[in-house]
């Protein structure tokens, strides 16, 4: 079982439309949570975080959280072009400093 | 501007020669990270230093070497015994204990070619 996944892509959704993006995890005293997006060919860069339950909005994104499931989340909303990207989700271990990543989505919002 | 720098951006190795890529940081960040990323692929771990002279493995150490001299800087090589090298390195650093929201930063990414 890999330690986070994320859900198989590619996701395409039109301009406007809310795009869902999910991730599950599977160590369960995990703390911390981060969603980065990487345009292509480029590094990635941290768009979200969160490490209580439940949701956390910032502008158009939000993050929900849901340890007891293991489950976290992002939501775009009013999604535009822009936003076509891959979004990895990350985990930071239960102790040290170390994240890892899932394998990422791959979001097109089409005009 | 406080960041992470990777040189060269572009690199391409040719089969048994080792190579070292370059990562700087200047945000006064402890601890250090290279990952690899291959097309379509999430990252994975090479090495991690939390602070001056130390060093781990991460989850695909071999054929790859670090150093941690200084603490701006975690250059990797990536040696003859590295197989399959073409890949994207991705090096980050953080500061453990500045919160449970404090996430990575990332440099710009060295992308190597084995020719």
């Not at chain 1, 292509?40 to 993050?63: H, Q, V």
Request: glycine share 10%; with cysteine; aromatic share 12%.
């Amino acid at each position: 079982q890999k330690e986070v996944e994320q859900n198989s892509g590619p996701l395409s959704v039109p301009e406007g439309a809310i795009a869902s993006l999910n991730c599950t995890y599977s160590d369960r005293g995990s703390q911390s949570f981060f969603w980065y997006r990487q345009y292509s060919g480029k590094s990635p860069e941290l768009i979200m975080s969160i490490y209580s339950n439940g949701d956390k909005e910032d502008g158009r994104f939000t993050a929900q959280l849901n340890k007891a499931s293991q489950y976290v989340s992002l939501l775009i909303r009013d999604s535009q072009p822009s936003d076509s990207a891959t979004y990895l989700c990350a985990v930071r271990e239960t102790s040290g400093s170390r994240l890892t990543f899932g394998e990422g989505t791959q979001l097109t919002v089409n005009p | 501007d406080g960041g992470i720098t990777q040189s060269p951006k572009y690199l391409f190795r040719k089969e048994g020669q080792n190579v070292t890529l370059s990562c700087e940081q200047n945000l006064n960040h402890d601890a250090m990270y290279w990952y690899r990323q291959d097309p379509g692929q999430g990252l994975r771990l090479i090495y991690y230093s939390q602070i001056v002279n130390d060093f781990q493995k991460g989850d695909i150490a071999e054929g790859y070497s670090v150093s941690r001299e200084k603490k701006e800087s975690f250059p990797l090589t990536v040696t003859s015994a590295q197989k399959n090298p073409t890949a994207f390195y991705l090096c980050a650093s953080t500061t453990p204990g500045q919160g449970l929201t404090y996430g990575y930063t990332f440099g710009s990414g060295t992308r190597l070619t084995v020719v």
